[in-house]
């Protein structure tokens, strides 16, 4: 019974690879059949660039109909003028001439203001996430600490700045830049204690002073994450470090 699984199994493995292989092919058929497309278009828009006003060098397939398939219309003559009358002219319009304002473009001989390109604007979460992404999944420290001063810069009382304060002190725990982790924890314990990661910037807090010799203000700070924030992760990691500090 086992072999005969073993065999139906391999047939239709074999089946499986014999679809891939033609997906594969007629993918690659496709590709070529695009690239071919593309080269083609490419080239008669080049020869069309480089035709003379007089339609020299457009190709056959673009030109415009001979003059037998052409429907003939009256050519409308000047209107007359009398003798000795000077009539003004106006100079003749060159279709490549450049205007002379840069912030116009000239369509089918009317000048009309060209769309002015505007900087990306990322919203507050767009910004943060960035710099969340730089330190959580790209793992690039010093880039994400840059990425969350341009939030807290662009959004001082936006939604995350507690998160963004947390996150930048972890990210300068990864660099080993104690004193500047002590600071980014310090701001969120001083400025907003009743904020968002107060419990678990108070225990990295505590864990920073520790590395720093400050034993003392150390376990002042877990036990206070104790008593503070009972029954949380933040409370639990503050008991065992303190448990591992005797």
Do not use: C, H
Request: charge should be negative; proline fraction near 7%; hydrophobic fraction near 35%.
């Amino acid at each position: 019974m086992l072999l005969d699984q073993f065999r139906e199994m391999r047939s239709e493995l074999e089946t499986l690879r014999g679809l891939v292989e033609e997906q594969g092919y007629e993918l690659r058929n496709l590709q070529r059949e695009s690239l071919d497309r593309y080269t083609d278009l490419d080239s008669r828009l080049s020869a069309m660039s480089q035709a003379t006003p007089g339609g020299a060098g457009v190709p056959a397939s673009v030109q415009s109909p001979t003059p037998s398939a052409a429907v003939s219309t009256p050519v409308q003559q000047p209107p007359a003028t009398a003798v000795g009358v000077v009539t003004p002219t106006q100079p003749p319009v060159n279709a490549n001439a450049v205007p002379s304002n840069p912030s116009t473009a000239v369509v089918n001989n009317v000048s009309t203001p060209s769309a002015a390109l505007q900087p990306t604007v990322l919203t507050e979460q767009q910004q943060y996430q960035v710099a969340l992404d730089s330190l959580l999944q790209d793992e690039e420290y010093q880039r994400s600490v840059t990425e969350f001063d341009q939030y807290l810069t662009l959004y001082p009382t936006g939604r995350f700045v507690t998160n963004a304060y947390y996150w930048k002190g972890q990210a300068y725990l990864n660099l080993a830049m104690l004193n500047e982790a002590r600071e980014a924890f310090e701001t969120i314990v001083t400025q907003y204690p009743d904020g968002r990661k107060v419990d678990d910037a108070m225990y990295s807090l505590g864990t920073v002073y520790d590395k720093l010799g400050n034993v003392e203000r150390s376990q002042q700070l877990l036990r206070q994450v104790q008593s503070r924030f009972p029954n949380t992760s933040a409370a639990n990691l503050a008991d065992i470090y303190l448990r591992s500090m005797n």
